[in-house]
């Protein structure tokens, strides 16, 4: 059977066959793709390649009101276009589909949002070139079986849906899923390639046991966790690990092993380092309803480890720093020192705002040990962070607040 | 008063400093108890989750006294 996507929480298998058959005899198309199921989302992307019409990807989980305000429609439905089947020829195997969509012009777009942690969400456009950019089809990759463990309407999600797509790789949902049930996705179907963001990956663990069959683990969205990769590496014995630095504005642009870019001589003139902000190129952009200058400001916060050959490493978004009393804070830098601690097993930084300093630091924390408590975080990191680093709120929880996209909620 | 120098010693224990054992109306926060403005941050937390008030609302008070007189009055 040649599987094209699976989810195991649903009991869901679609072949390639049955993909074919439905995008051949659908008679309706439009251009707001809104789907709770994978599957739903990945066949109207490919149906808008088909028919190269512009798609917009829509959260499955945002409401009414959110949509009307992004999409300025008061409903969706009412954009449906009938679509006649004759026009089109049919597709009749895998390969012909890929070659068809490989094929694509320059009049097709896909329309994503970004995450939107800081007001509302921002439209950008994608050309087919730009969102496949770093998309690899080889002999070797045509082997693959994809764990897909992102939002499926957003940047990290499609780069891994065509990369999996254009070498006529299954997908296996894992996002969402249990923890039981991502491991035995991962069993069941002999997946290969795991993306994901360090968070997805630290709520795994502790995990036991021995899963061969992941030859690549890559991490993205958020900064790379050393100590995760430490104990990935006992259950994933087989993997080599990659980070990835994407963006929803200029796709996937660099890959780094642990945690430093390396940015190639021919990126060079691409990238400026600015005030410890990664600054690119407009050239390297998708297209944004607003209009940019020829110098795009990531908002990223960088720290360079090497001039020649250029090399630096992610330390923050801007928007999260946090200041306190004029000081600055890295919320990242906070919660990885407090992971040190023996007893932890996550932890997740914020703001509050004060009428004294403007904001003080708060932390929630998961704990594995009874031993510790707050006074026990406190003196270790009264050695370890400068006092306006360290949180003035500490509460223990069970669970960490995530966002849609599966990052750290920071606000 | 009491409950309030509670507060007060919690927030000198977690920053590892000496804790007070008398307080009265006219300790000063900063040059009596040895508050920074660090300290004074967290003092206002703890006190809006236990009354419901941020004292420095209306702009920075110096002495228990001070801060007593802003508990009561909400």
């Known amino acids: 059977m040649d599987l094209f996507y699976s989810d195991i929480s649903k009991n869901q298998k679609v072949t390639w066959d049955n993909l074919l058959d439905e995008l051949n005899n659908l008679s309706e198309y439009n251009p707001y793709c809104y789907h709770q199921d994978f599957y739903l989302v990945f066949k109207h992307i490919i149906l808008s390649l088909l028919l190269e019409r512009e798609i917009i990807m829509l959260d499955s989980d945002f409401s009414e009101d959110e949509i009307q305000k992004l999409t300025r429609s008061t409903q969706l439905a009412r954009n449906n276009i009938n679509i006649n089947k004759k026009n089109r020829p049919a597709i009749n195997s895998k390969n012909d589909l890929i070659d068809t969509i490989n094929k694509v012009g320059q009049n097709w777009t896909i329309t994503l949002f970004t995450s939107g942690t800081t007001g509302l969400p921002k439209k950008v456009n994608h050309t087919f070139h730009s969102i496949t950019r770093f998309v690899k089809i080889s002999e070797k990759n045509k082997s693959s079986v994809w764990g897909f463990a992102y939002n499926p309407t957003h940047m990290a999600g499609i780069q891994v849906f065509f990369q999996a797509l254009l070498n006529g790789n299954p997908i296996i949902r894992l996002f969402g899923l249990s923890k039981d049930q991502i491991f035995d996705s991962i069993e069941k179907f002999e997946i290969t390639n795991i993306s994901a963001t360090p968070t997805f990956y630290r709520l795994l663990l502790p995990a036991q046991g021995n899963f061969k069959s992941v030859n690549r683990i890559t991490s993205g969205g958020e900064k790379f966790d050393e100590k995760i990769a430490e104990q990935l590496k006992k259950i994933f014995l087989n993997a080599k690990f990659t980070n990835v630095y994407a963006s929803t504005e200029a796709g996937t642009l660099f890959a780094a092993n642990g945690n430093s870019f390396f940015i190639k001589p021919e990126m060079h003139s691409f990238v400026q380092i600015q005030e410890n902000e990664l600054i690119i190129h ?130 | 008063m009491e409950n309030l120098k509670t507060i007060i010693n919690t927030v000198l224990r977690n920053r590892g400093k000496q804790e007070v054992t008398e307080i009265n109306e006219n300790s000063h926060l900063r040059n009596d108890i040895g508050f920074d403005s660090l300290d004074l941050a967290e003092l206002t937390v703890r006190i809006e989750a236990e009354y419901d008030i941020d004292i420095f609302e209306d702009g920075i008070v110096n002495t228990v006294g001070e801060v007593m007189q802003k508990i009561n009055n909400n």
């Open chain 1, 282 to 411: 407009r050239s390297l952009l998708g297209q944004s309803e607003f209009s940019v200058s020829e110098w795009y400001h990531t908002g990223d916060m960088v720290k360079i480890v090497s001039e020649n050959p250029l090399q630096f490493q992610f330390v923050s978004r801007k928007n999260e720093m946090i200041n306190v009393g004029g000081y600055k804070v890295s919320p990242g830098e906070v919660e990885e020192t407090i992971r040190n601690l023996e007893g932890i097993q996550d932890v997740r930084v914020f703001a509050k705002s004060n009428s004294v300093l403007g904001n003080i630091i708060c932390c929630e924390v998961v704990k594995t040990s009874d031993e510790i408590d707050e006074l026990s975080i406190r003196s270790f990191l009264q050695s370890k962070l400068q006092e306006y680093k360290i949180p003035r709120i500490i509460k223990f929880t069970n669970k960490i607040s995530i966002t849609r996209t599966g990052k750290i909620k920071r606000i």
